[in-house]
């Protein structure tokens, strides 16, 4: 499974859009890229997936590069409640998920 | 029902009791998955179940056994724990499968403590 590196941290003014970059170099060719996140003391909740292309649901956007070697979430207009750690994570078949240490998002008013 | 439920919310044991901690979904997924979380510190895969068999052990200790009963519950039983396995144990579920659709389900965790 792929391993990934993101920033420790980032902040966010509220309104703005989150820009979250994940590297993830080893990723293999056909293992999709997740992102989680996870808000304190809760279980991980999944946001968005993709392999290639790049993808937008009601939560985020995900932007992945030619190479497939690194990605990046966007949350278009990011509020105090997306404050939280967030995962990208590579899937294998096997169903086996290592999850890298994260981007803690602060939203700031 | 998209939800994955974990019961208790909080356990608090000696080391010399034996509890368990129980997680079900309805979702028809095939894979479940038990997870061991440290403050300040990303979610650490233990185990994983696929078609209700043991797919993955993380060289997790022997103290720590898991259970799938059927396709829906998968339990893990504790027994002679110590302090440091104080942790927030996170249940997940997904369908089976290289391709899209198999993210993970979480439920929102047993938070145990190990006195």
């Known amino acids: 499974d792929a391993k990934t590196t993101q920033p420790p941290s980032m902040d966010c003014a509220e309104g703005r859009a989150a820009n979250l970059p994940c590297n993830h170099s080893?990723?293999?060719?056909?293992?999709?890229v997740y992102w989680y996140r996870q808000i304190h003391s809760q279980g991980p909740q999944y946001i968005i997936h993709?392999?290639?292309n790049n993808e937008t649901n009601e939560m985020a956007s995900l932007i992945i590069t030619e190479d497939r070697k690194s990605s990046t979430l966007i949350l278009p207009h990011a509020t105090l409640r997306d404050t939280a750690v967030y995962y990208c994570?590579?899937?294998?078949?096997?169903?086996?998920?290592?999850f890298g240490d994260g981007t803690t998002l602060t939203v700031k008013p | 029902d998209t939800e994955v439920t974990q019961t208790p919310k909080h356990l608090v044991m000696g080391m010399t009791n034996k509890k368990s901690l129980k997680c079900e979904q309805h979702?028809?997924?095939?894979?479940m998955y038990w997870y061991k979380q440290k403050a300040k510190k990303p979610p650490e895969l233990m185990f994983v179940?696929?078609?209700?068999?043991?797919?993955i052990n993380e060289s997790v200790p022997s103290r720590f056994s898991p259970e799938c009963p059927n396709s829906s519950l998968l339990n893990l039983h504790l027994h002679a724990l110590q302090p440091e396995d104080s942790a927030l144990y996170l249940c997940?579920?997904?369908?089976?499968?290289?391709?899209?659709?198999?993210?993970?389900?979480f439920g929102p965790g047993t938070r145990l403590t190990v006195l």
């Open positions: 997940a579920s997904s369908h089976l499968g290289q391709g899209p659709n198999n993210e993970q389900f």
């Open positions: 179940y696929s078609y209700e068999k043991l797919s």
């Open positions: 979702m028809g997924h095939r894979a």
């Open positions: 993709g392999l290639k």
């Open positions: 080893t990723i293999s060719g056909n293992e999709y």
């Open positions: 994570i590579g899937n294998t078949n096997a169903g086996k998920s290592t």
